[in-house]
C-alpha cells in the first residue's frame, strides 16, 4: 500500500482529464509530491509550480481546475493553498488499507526488493592494530552497521568489510620492543595496553638511542619478506588487538563478512602499479611515483614512495580492484571520518582516470563529523581518551542504576540495562544527520523522556505490555474505528516509514531511519494517553490492539535497522 504511488496516479488521472492531450508535463508526480508540513494542511501536496509553463497557466488556477476533477473514495476531499493542491484521505478508508497491508506481514513492513541481484561493499570500522578502539571509531563501527541492515531489509547482498589499519612501520618497531623488553604473559594479560607500553618506551629509548629506528625498520624489513619469527609476533599481536575489540563487537551485536586489511594488499599493488604505468599515468616527481590530478583541481596522489613502498592509498587502490574482481559490487562504501576526504576523492579519481566507469557512481565516500565527550574533543597526546569498552559499560552500569529506581520489580534486570545501555550510546550516535559533529552526554543519552534511545525502547516495551494484557479474543478487528486525530497521525507515520527507509538507503543516512521510528514512538504515546485501548466493543478493541501490534513491530524494526535491541520488558 503506496499511499504516495496511489495520490501520484490520481493527480495524472486528474492532469488527464483536465487538460486532455497537454504536452511537457513532468513525468514521475510522486517525487514531485510533498508531505505538508502539518498535518491540519492535508496527507500529501501536489505543487503545481511546475505546470504553469507547459500549461500557461498560473499554479492557483491550475490547483483549482485539477480540484475539480477529483473523483475518488480514497479522497475524502481536496483544498487549493496558493498554488498547491492539498488531499486530504479518507480517513477510514486510509486506516483499512493501511492496517490490511501492515498486518499483512508486520515486520516485512519498510522492506523491500529495491536491491535485489545487486551487491554493496561497506568498509566500517576498520580499526588499527595495536591500538586501543577508542571513541573515534564509533562513528564509523554503528554508522557502517546501521547501513548494512538498511541495505539488506532493501534487498541488497551486503559484505561487511573491516579494512585493518595493520601496515607500516610502528609494527616493526613494536616486533622490536617486544623483543627487547616484551614479556608475553603481560601482552596477554593487558593485551593492546601492554603493546602501547612497548611502542611509547621504543620511543622513549630511540631518543638516547637513534640507532634503535634503524633495528625498528630491520624488523619491519622482516615483516615484508616474511621472516618467520617477525610474522609470528606480529600476528599474534594482531590477534590479540581484534580479541580485544570482538568484546565491543559482540556488545554491539556486530559481526563482518571480511577482515582483510592493509596488509592482505600489499602484494596485490603490483598490479595496479603497473596497469598506471601501462596507462601512462604514472609520473616521477623527486623520485616518487604519482598521479598528477592537476586537472581534477587537487594535490598529486601519492602511489610509490622514494624508498620504493607502497602508502596507505596506494593499498586501498589494491583493493577496491580485489572487491570489485571478488564481489562483483555495484556500490562500495567507506564510512570514515570526513578527515579523510581528499583520500577518498583522490584515489576514486585515479579509478576514474583509469576508465573504469563503475568509479563515478560505485565509490562511495560515507563522511561524518566528529565526536566529543562531554564537551571534550578526544585527544589521543593529552590522554583524554575514550575506549569504548569503557563507555559501553558505562552505559550498562548507569542504565541498571536508573531501571533498579524505575522498575524496582523488574526481573532480569541486567539484560534489560545493557540492552537500554548500549542501545542509548547507539542512538546517540545515528540521532542526528552523520556529517554533523556529535556532543555525547550521558546525561542527554540516558534520559527516558526526550528524542533517545530509553525512549524509543520504553514505548517499544509499552506495546509488548499493552499486548500481554490483551485477552485472548477472535474477533475481526474494526480498523474503521481508527479515525481520530491521534489514530491518523501514527498511521500516517506508519504508511511513510517505508519511504523512511529507502531514503536512508538512497542517502547512506541512518538518521532518517532513527528519526522516523522516534516520530513513531512519539505518537503512540500520544495515542496511547488520549484512549483506552482495551475496552466492551470486541471490534473496535481488535483495532486499537492491532494498531499497537503495527507500532511495536514497526518501532522493532526501526531499532534494529540502527542497530538498537528493543527489550519486552523495562
Ligand atoms: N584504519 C583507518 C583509520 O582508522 C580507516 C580505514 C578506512 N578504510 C579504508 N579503506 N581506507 O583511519
Redo the contacts with the bound molecule.
Keep these: 500500500m503506496d499511499m504516495r504511488q496511489q495520490i501520484a496516479d490520481l493527480v495524472k488521472e486528474m492532469l488527464n482529464a483536465a487538460y486532455p492531450g497537454a504536452e511537457g508535463l513532468p513525468e514521475d508526480i510522486a517525487s514531485l509530491l510533498e508531505v505538508p508540513p502539518e498535518a491540519h494542511m492535508g496527507d500529501y501536496a501536489f505543487p503545481c509550480f511546475r505546470l504553469s509553463k507547459a500549461l500557461r497557466m498560473g499554479p492557483p488556477m491550475i490547483a483549482k481546475k485539477l480540484s475539480e476533477a477529483v473523483n475518488k473514495p480514497e479522497i475524502a476531499r481536496v483544498e487549493c493553498v496558493g498554488g498547491y493542491l492539498n488531499f486530504f484521505f479518507n480517513r477510514e478508508n486510509f486506516a483499512k488499507d493501511l492496517m490490511g497491508a501492515i498486518m499483512a506481514a508486520p515486520e516485512k513492513w519498510g522492506s523491500s526488493k529495491e536491491g535485489e541481484g545487486k551487491t554493496v561493499c561497506i568498509?566500517?570500522s576498520?580499526?588499527?592494530i595495536a591500538?586501543r578502539f577508542h571513541i573515534?571509531?564509533l562513528s564509523?563501527t554503528v554508522i557502517g552497521n546501521a547501513l548494512k541492515r538498511i541495505y539488506e531489509f532493501q534487498g541488497w547482498k551486503t559484505v561487511g568489510?573491516n579494512?585493518?589499519?595493520d601496515w607500516g612501520t610502528q609494527f616493526g618497531k613494536m616486533v622490536c620492543a617486544y623483543k627487547k623488553w616484551g614479556v608475553k604473559e603481560k601482552v596477554e594479560k593487558d593485551g593492546v595496553e601492554e603493546m602501547n607500553r612497548l611502542y611509547v618506551r621504543f620511543h622513549e629509548e630511540a631518543e638516547k638511542d637513534p640507532a634503535l629506528e634503524d633495528e625498528g625498520r630491520a624488523w619491519f624489513k622482516k615483516i615484508e619478506e616474511g621472516d618467520a619469527e617477525a610474522l609470528e609476533i606480529f600476528h599474534w599481536f594482531k590477534d590479540v588487538t581484534l580479541k580485544d575489540a570482538m568484546k565491543v563487537y559482540d556488545t554491539l551485536g556486530i559481526t563482518f563478512d571480511s577482515y582483510a586489511?592493509?596488509s592482505f594488499y600489499v602484494d596485490k599493488t603490483d598490479r595496479v602499479v603497473n596497469e598506471l604505468k601501462e596507462k601512462g599515468l604514472l609520473e616521477e616527481s623527486e623520485g616518487a611515483l604519482i598521479v598528477d590530478l592537476e586537472n581534477e583541481k587537487m594535490p598529486p596522489c601519492l602511489i610509490i614512495k622514494r624508498d620504493g613502498t607502497t602508502i596507505?592509498a596506494t593499498?586501498?587502490l589494491a583493493?577496491i580492484f580485489y572487491r570489485k574482481d571478488t564481489y562483483n559490487f555495484d556500490k562500495c562504501l567507506?564510512?570514515?571520518?570526513y578527515q579523510?576526504d581528499l583520500?577518498?576523492r583522490q584515489i576514486f579519481s585515479v579509478v576514474d582516470k583509469m576508465g573504469y566507469d563503475w568509479a563515478k557512481d560505485g565509490l562511495i565516500h560515507v563522511a561524518f563529523g566528529m565526536v566529543s565527550y562531554e564537551g571534550q574533543t578526544l585527544a589521543t597526546r593529552s590522554g583524554h581518551v575514550v575506549y569504548l569498552e569503557d563507555l559501553l559499560r558505562r552505559a550498562q552500569e548507569k542504565a541498571l542504576a536508573i531501571m533498579q529506581e524505575k522498575s524496582p520489580n523488574l526481573e532480569n534486570k541486567e539484560e534489560a540495562a545493557r540492552q537500554v545501555g548500549v542501545g542509548a550510546v547507539v542512538y546517540a550516535t545515528l540521532q542526528n544527520n552523520r556529517i554533523k559533529d556529535i556532543d555525547f552526554w550521558w546525561d542527554r543519552a540516558l534520559n527516558f523522556d526526550g528524542e533517545t534511545g530509553p525512549y524509543v525502547q520504553y514505548t517499544h516495551a509499552r506495546c509488548a505490555s499493552v499486548l500481554r494484557k490483551a485477552p485472548e479474543s477472535n474477533v475481526a478487528a474494526d480498523y474503521s474505528v481508527l479515525t481520530d486525530d491521534e489514530a491518523q497521525a501514527l498511521l500516517r507515520l506508519l504508511s511513510r516509514f517505508p519511504e523512511a527507509v529507502e531514503e536512508a538507503c538512497l542517502r547512506n543516512e541512518p538518521s532518517i531511519v532513527t528519526r522516523a521510528t522516534t516520530e513513531i514512538a512519539k505518537a503512540y504515546n500520544k495515542y496511547y494517553y488520549e484512549h483506552r485501548i482495551l475496552d466492551d466493543n470486541a471490534a473496535a478493541t481488535a483495532a486499537r490492539l492491532d494498531l499497537t501490534r503495527a507500532c511495536q513491530q514497526v518501532i522493532k524494526t526501526g531499532l534494529y535497522l540502527i542497530g538498537v535491541e528493543a527489550p519486552e520488558r523495562m
Aim: charged letters at 20%; a negative charge.
Design positions: 568498509d566500517y576498520s580499526i588499527n591500538k573515534g571509531h564509523t568489510i579494512h585493518l589499519g586489511g592493509e596507505y593499498r586501498d583493493a567507506y564510512v570514515v571520518a579523510q583520500h577518498f
